[in-house]
């Protein structure tokens, strides 16, 4: 019995803690019945439907003196904004640069924005909530108080009675406040459902739709920048389990083959045994697996180039320039090591960069320059080719805009018919980038 | 000679050893990480004491980075005088440039090898003998993919196909006398196309090795 009231306890106090703020108005909802009471949803949403109550007489009063409206509903709006964090949801950013002037022009203005309107429908819907919360409040609490308060009405005499029956033994009472306890749990379940809906529609007409949908962005964004870094962490992961497995057996082989074969050379040498067959299996078989190491190696090099892991952007860029058929110069003024993604996000910038000016600009020249700045990183890639690049043709100068607005970087391309190409991008520092460096 | 080994896959380590000892050399210590390989050489009371030759995996622990080669850099600086052996899975020859580039003028000699290299036993000792005299060894494969990459804008376009043939040779380690050899010439002609290549290259007889600095050259800007 102790036990079961100490592990009550403990999981009143543990629902009571694990209430998080979430962005989701029907949170309570998803609370199993058993736990319910312990959490602060019931009583946080019967306070957020009495509050919405209270504040439907002043509305109403406003809504009579029509008049005083406006202001009410700009002074009621600023309440709700806030109300919403009894419900623990974020508090309601208010829309930037909405602040009221008293001039004739000033109110004029104040009037003809959609967000007054929307403010005083807001206000103007609060007391039809309260219709429909208010009987529900009165009715619900009235009866639960009753229910939970015969015990001590039946010891002063006054016991609850239904028709003719009447509770006056134990047994009964214990009835009586089991039931209450099954009724709370659905009324807390209404008034948290009734709370929610009001709570969305309070914040589908009081927030700023602009500054959600930027917010939505960022998160998008940063879904995708921790996307590629999950993909080169895999390409690491891969091209290091290929060097650490196969590729460190197979040279492994090659080892013991050749060290068979001089054994089997010695053998010969020691006793004239004609051995010439199975020296030259020993030397195919060395010259396969040979073959193969190099297969490994040219796919390892495809999936991402060592050089790019281990030394860094710029090392990498200067191999690239060396394997273009072209005369590749980079400069670079970076002294440290960018995060992974950064890192593989240019390198394919350059190797796409290079693609289309091999491809289409006759060029014979490609400087590319990576520069650390105050608000971050700066690249730009120039060849001295034919020009006429059209970032919206072709899926390459897609992709690179792509690359780049996942870290939330610019770019800026400029290719005048017979000039040189010429594409800047810059990305901000990690720290403005929604991501750890 | 004597030879120090740091390679952290035990079969490899024994087997680099084996076929070292076999071909009469003294192996002075093997050890698997690049910090016991440090050790190793801090603990080296003199000269006398260091290897003629240290044979280096590329990636080993602690960081499975690239940490033999940070090692063998740090070591070529402070012990200018061992010959560093590098073995690596990778084609690129920016390890090989860059363990150049520490020393140019080193008396140590430098070599860079494919990890199966040490498979084909008579290939492996000659190249460890090359960088015990202060030569400068390329693996082959490491050469032949630089070849097919196109030659740009760089001092080596002006080398004629003959002289590029040669420093092919140089880097793969090969002396004069080897490259005669190779290629059916007469030594002064081998020693002229030498003479040309450093020429061309701007390398003159006050710029340290010019055979090591012939080969950075064909290695890159």
Same mark, same amino acid.
């Given at each position: =019995?102790?036990?079961?009231?100490?592990?009550?306890?403990?999981?009143?106090?543990?629902?009571?803690?694990?209430?998080?703020?979430?962005?989701?108005?029907?949170?309570?909802?998803?609370?199993?019945?058993?736990?319910?009471?312990?959490?602060?949803?019931?009583?946080?949403?019967?306070?957020?439907?009495?509050?919405?109550?209270?504040?439907?007489?002043?509305?109403?009063?406003?809504?009579?003196?029509?008049?005083?409206?406006?202001?009410?509903?700009?002074?009621?709006?600023?309440? %709700?904004?806030?109300?919403?964090?009894?419900?623990?949801?974020?508090?309601?950013? %208010?829309?930037?640069?909405?602040?009221?002037?008293?001039?004739?022009?000033?109110?004029?203005?104040?009037?003809?924005?959609?967000?007054?309107?929307?403010?005083?429908?807001?206000?103007?819907?609060?007391?039809?909530?309260?219709?429909?919360?208010?009987?529900?409040?009165?009715?619900?609490?009235?009866?639960?108080?009753?229910?939970?308060?015969?015990?001590? =009405?039946?010891?002063?005499?006054?016991?609850?009675?239904?028709?003719?029956?009447?509770?006056?033994?134990?047994?009964?009472?214990?009835?009586?406040?089991?039931?209450?306890?099954?009724?709370?749990?659905?009324?807390?379940?209404?008034?948290?459902?009734?709370?929610?809906?009001?709570?969305?529609?309070?914040?589908?007409?009081?927030?700023?739709?602009?500054?959600?949908?930027?917010?939505?962005?960022?998160?998008?964004?940063?879904?995708?920048?921790?996307?590629?870094?999950?993909?080169?962490?895999?390409?690491?992961?891969?091209?290091?389990?290929?060097?650490?497995?196969?590729?460190?057996?197979?040279?492994?082989?090659?080892?013991?083959?050749? =060290?068979?074969?001089? %054994?089997?050379?010695?053998?010969?040498?020691?006793?004239?045994?004609?051995?010439?067959?199975?020296?030259?299996?020993?030397?195919?078989?060395?010259?396969?697996?040979?073959?193969?190491?190099?297969?490994?190696?040219?796919?390892?090099?495809?999936?991402?180039?060592?050089?790019?892991?281990?030394?860094?952007?710029?090392?990498?860029?200067?191999?690239?320039?060396?394997?273009?058929?072209?005369?590749?110069?980079?400069?670079?003024?970076?002294?440290?090591? =960018?995060?992974?993604?950064?890192?593989?996000?240019?390198?394919?910038?350059?190797?796409?960069?290079?693609?289309?000016?091999?491809?289409?600009?006759?060029?014979?020249?490609?400087?590319?320059?990576?520069?650390?700045?105050?608000?971050?990183?700066?690249?730009?890639?120039?060849?001295?080719?034919?020009?006429?690049?059209?970032?919206?043709?072709?899926?390459?100068?897609?992709?690179?805009?792509?690359?780049?607005?996942?870290?939330?970087?610019?770019?800026?391309?400029?290719?005048?018919?017979?000039?040189?190409?010429?594409? %800047?991008?810059?990305?901000?520092?990690?720290?403005?980038?929604?991501?750890?460096? | 000679?004597?030879?120090?080994?740091?390679?952290?896959?035990?079969?490899?380590?024994?087997?680099?050893?084996?076929?070292?000892?076999?071909?009469?050399?003294?192996?002075?210590?093997?050890? &698997?990480?690049?910090?016991?390989?440090?050790?190793?050489?801090?603990?080296?009371?003199?000269?006398?004491?260091?290897?003629?030759?240290?044979?280096? *995996?590329?990636?080993?622990?602690?960081?499975?980075?690239?940490?033999?080669?940070?090692?063998?850099?740090?070591?070529?600086?402070?012990?200018?005088?061992?010959?560093?052996?590098?073995?690596?899975?990778?084609?690129?020859?920016?390890?090989?440039?860059?363990?150049?580039?520490?020393?140019?003028?080193?008396?140590?000699?430098?070599?860079?090898?494919?990890?199966?290299?040490?498979?084909?036993? *008579?290939?492996?000792?000659? &190249?460890? *003998?090359?960088?015990?005299?202060?030569?400068?060894?390329?693996?082959?494969?490491?050469?032949?993919?630089?070849?097919?990459?196109?030659?740009?804008?760089?001092?080596?376009?002006?080398?004629?196909?003959?002289?590029?043939?040669?420093?092919?040779?140089?880097?793969?380690?090969?002396?004069?006398?080897?490259?005669?050899?190779?290629?059916?010439? &007469?030594?002064?002609?081998?020693?002229?196309?030498?003479?040309?290549?450093?020429?061309?290259?701007?390398?003159?007889? *006050?710029?340290?090795?010019?055979?090591?600095?012939?080969?950075?050259?064909?290695?890159?800007?």
């Amino acid at each position: =019995m102790a036990l079961w009231v100490t592990v009550v306890c403990m999981r009143a106090l543990a629902g009571t803690i694990d209430v998080v703020k979430s962005d989701d108005p029907f949170a309570a909802l998803r609370v199993p019945p058993w736990r319910f009471l312990f959490t602060v949803w019931p009583w946080s949403s019967i306070f957020y439907l009495v509050c919405g109550v209270v504040l439907a007489f002043p509305t109403v009063f406003t809504i009579i003196v029509f008049p005083l409206l406006p202001g009410w509903a700009w002074a009621l709006s600023k309440i %709700e904004r806030h109300r919403v964090r009894s419900l623990r949801l974020p508090v309601i950013p %208010e829309p930037a640069g909405a602040r009221l002037d008293w001039s004739r022009s000033g109110i004029g203005l104040w009037l003809r924005t959609p967000r007054t309107w929307r403010e005083i429908t807001n206000t103007v819907l609060l007391p039809i909530f309260a219709l429909v919360s208010s009987p529900l409040l009165l009715v619900g609490l009235t009866f639960l108080g009753a229910l939970f308060a015969s015990p001590i =009405m039946s010891a002063l005499g006054n016991p609850f009675r239904i028709g003719d029956w009447q509770a006056d033994d134990t047994g009964s009472l214990i009835l009586l406040i089991a039931i209450g306890i099954l009724l709370l749990i659905a009324f807390g379940y209404v008034c948290a459902l009734l709370s929610g809906a009001q709570a969305i529609v309070t914040r589908v007409l009081l927030s700023d739709r602009r500054s959600a949908l930027k917010r939505q962005l960022g998160l998008l964004a940063d879904t995708n920048v921790s996307l590629i870094d999950a993909f080169e962490l895999e390409r690491q992961r891969i091209e290091r389990d290929l060097h650490d497995g196969p590729q460190q057996h197979l040279a492994g082989a090659v080892m013991l083959l050749g =060290m068979g074969k001089k %054994e089997l050379e010695d053998i010969h040498a020691r006793t004239g045994v004609e051995l010439q067959g199975p020296l030259n299996r020993v030397r195919s078989a060395q010259e396969q697996i040979s073959h193969s190491l190099d297969t490994l190696r040219s796919a390892v090099t495809g999936l991402r180039p060592r050089v790019l892991t281990e030394l860094g952007l710029v090392p990498a860029l200067e191999e690239l320039g060396k394997t273009a058929p072209l005369w590749v110069q980079v400069t670079s003024n970076l002294k440290q090591r =960018m995060p992974a993604a950064v890192e593989a996000s240019l390198y394919s910038v350059a190797t796409e960069f290079l693609a289309n000016t091999i491809k289409h600009a006759a060029a014979t020249k490609v400087l590319i320059n990576v520069e650390k700045t105050e608000s971050g990183i700066r690249y730009a890639l120039c060849d001295d080719g034919t020009g006429g690049a059209d970032a919206s043709a072709g899926t390459g100068l897609l992709g690179i805009q792509h690359r780049v607005s996942l870290l939330r970087g610019t770019t800026l391309l400029t290719s005048p018919l017979s000039g040189s190409t010429r594409l %800047e991008i810059s990305i901000p520092a990690p720290a403005h980038n929604g991501y750890d460096a | 000679m004597r030879v120090g080994i740091a390679e952290d896959v035990s079969l490899l380590r024994e087997g680099i050893s084996a076929i070292l000892a076999g071909a009469g050399h003294e192996i002075l210590w093997a050890v &698997s990480d690049a910090d016991q390989l440090r050790a190793r050489f801090s603990e080296a009371a003199s000269a006398a004491a260091e290897p003629d030759v240290v044979v280096i *995996d590329v990636r080993m622990p602690p960081g499975n980075m690239d940490d033999g080669l940070r090692a063998a850099v740090e070591i070529r600086a402070a012990h200018p005088g061992v010959g560093i052996l590098v073995l690596s899975q990778y084609l690129g020859n920016e390890y090989a440039r860059e363990l150049l580039n520490t020393a140019p003028s080193s008396r140590g000699g430098t070599g860079y090898l494919l990890k199966e290299r040490v498979g084909y036993l *008579d290939e492996f000792l000659t &190249s460890v *003998d090359t960088v015990a005299r202060g030569g400068v060894v390329i693996d082959s494969k490491v050469i032949s993919h630089l070849m097919a990459l196109p030659q740009k804008n760089t001092p080596l376009a002006s080398l004629t196909v003959r002289e590029m043939e040669v420093l092919r040779l140089v880097a793969t380690g090969l002396t004069n006398a080897q490259i005669e050899q190779e290629l059916f010439l &007469s030594s002064p002609t081998v020693e002229k196309h030498v003479g040309s290549i450093f020429t061309k290259l701007g390398l003159h007889t *006050d710029s340290g090795n010019r055979r090591v600095l012939a080969v950075l050259h064909y290695l890159g800007p």
